[in-house]
């Protein structure tokens, strides 16, 4: 693919297409939202349960800033299915006709089309087809071919994940610190389940919160919602989820513990030298406006007969404070560390124009100075390494990284 064909193609986050949809097409969410609003929406899908806070700079057309980290949990429907599936197949188990794995996956998926979907808490059983002979054997629960599972059974699938959910929405609102959420927006495939929108009500009730979700398919949202906000464009601020830099090189300090036993080198000057040590351009919890560049400088000095093409590491770090360096003193990437690409360009102007010095050691060698820009737009980020000559900006080509 093309750098051209590339740049047409644009990414946005589940949570941000879903509030896109939530507001755009169901007048219960959209009732009650203003200018200032802080809306938290919850994603709650198939694996994973995401949650983003945004505020609300202008109602129409919309336009939001995202004013919390988004935070991620492993909860969602899928982990109903694998509690059913082992309540299914051990009640076939020993039967001579349906003890085996294609009709244990038969009734999974009856289960999830229907038992699932249509639980709502108050049924004494639920109902499983997994015999099409229509057979009961009442040793098995089974009556006419079809599974009975009790209603403690069928919430022992379900209430662990909807803890898991309310648990992650108590943390994000205690990290959310000053702020005041108004509205809580459900969407996704698990919130579909009446039993689960129920529980998440009540739990949000109590706390004298406020919980709605959009009318029609919730699974559907993300798609829907994703091309709404490709006609508004509407989250205009976001927040790092993550510090963004490259690497640099250190001045070697025997006394250092973190240097010392690191590998070192000398540079054209003579001066001795360690690599792998980290430089922050962007910081983890900075807010930042789409589009808009960040840059860190950087320089290296260039012999005569050096290569003028430099390549720079893009990492990311998870944590909270990054350390000194980004690699262990073996070589290994430090934990928390993601790499994100490689960010690559020519100096050959650059040097042409630059003044030569003179090495201690009697050497020529020229002193360039560039900058590495981030921007970042919407899930993408766009790394470019830029320098001056003659007054104005030279910019290489960019690479682009997904945030992860």
């Not at 009540?202 to 490709?230: F, Y």
């Amino acid at each position: 693919m093309s750098a051209g064909e590339r740049s047409k193609i644009r990414f946005v986050s589940e949570g941000e297409a879903a509030i896109h949809y939530a507001i755009g097409h169901s007048p219960s969410v959209y009732d009650g939202i203003r200018l200032g609003s802080i809306l938290l929406i919850c994603d709650a899908g198939g694996g994973t349960t995401d949650i983003g806070i945004y505020k609300v700079r202008s109602v129409s057309p919309l336009y939001l800033e995202e004013v919390a980290r988004p935070r991620c949990r492993i909860a969602g429907g899928v982990f109903v299915n694998e509690a059913a599936r082992k309540h299914i197949k051990y009640q076939l188990r020993g039967s001579a006709r349906l003890d085996n794995e294609e009709c244990i996956v038969n009734a999974v998926r009856e289960f999830e089309r229907t038992a699932k979907r249509m639980f709502k808490g108050s049924e004494i059983n639920s109902l499983v087809k997994v015999d099409s002979s229509g057979q009961s054997d009442e040793s098995r629960n089974i009556h006419r071919g079809r599974l009975r599972i009790p209603r403690a059974k069928m919430m022992s699938f379900f209430d662990p994940l909807i803890k898991l959910v309310a648990q992650e929405l108590q943390d994000t609102l205690v990290s959310s610190g000053a702020l005041v959420v108004d509205k809580i927006i459900l969407v996704g495939g698990f919130a579909e389940s009446e039993y689960v929108y129920s529980e998440l009500k009540t739990w949000a009730n109590k706390r004298g919160l406020e919980l709605a979700k959009p009318d029609g398919v919730l699974s559907k949202a993300i798609s829907h919602g994703a091309l709404t906000w490709h006609l508004e464009s509407g989250v205009q601020l976001r927040v790092a989820k993550m510090h963004y830099g490259a690497e640099t090189d250190l001045d070697y300090v025997a006394q250092d513990p973190e240097i010392h036993d690191r590998r070192t080198f000398q540079n054209i000057l003579g001066q001795w030298r360690v690599r792998h040590g980290w430089n922050t351009i962007v910081s983890k919890n900075s807010r930042i406006r789409i589009g808009e560049e960040h840059a860190a400088c950087f320089h290296h000095e260039f012999g005569q007969n050096d290569s003028f093409i430099v390549e720079m590491e893009l990492y990311a770090y998870r944590w909270e404070e990054p350390p000194a360096f980004f690699k262990t003193k073996d070589g290994g990437l430090v934990d928390g560390f993601v790499h994100l690409g490689t960010v690559k360009a020519n100096l050959t102007q650059c040097f042409e124009a630059a003044p030569y010095c003179i090495a201690p050691s009697g050497k020529k060698y020229k002193r360039l100075d560039y900058q590495i820009c981030l921007s970042f737009d919407e899930i993408e980020i766009s790394a470019r390494l830029r320098w001056k000559t003659n007054k104005s900006y030279k910019y290489g080509e960019a690479t682009i990284a997904y945030d992860v």
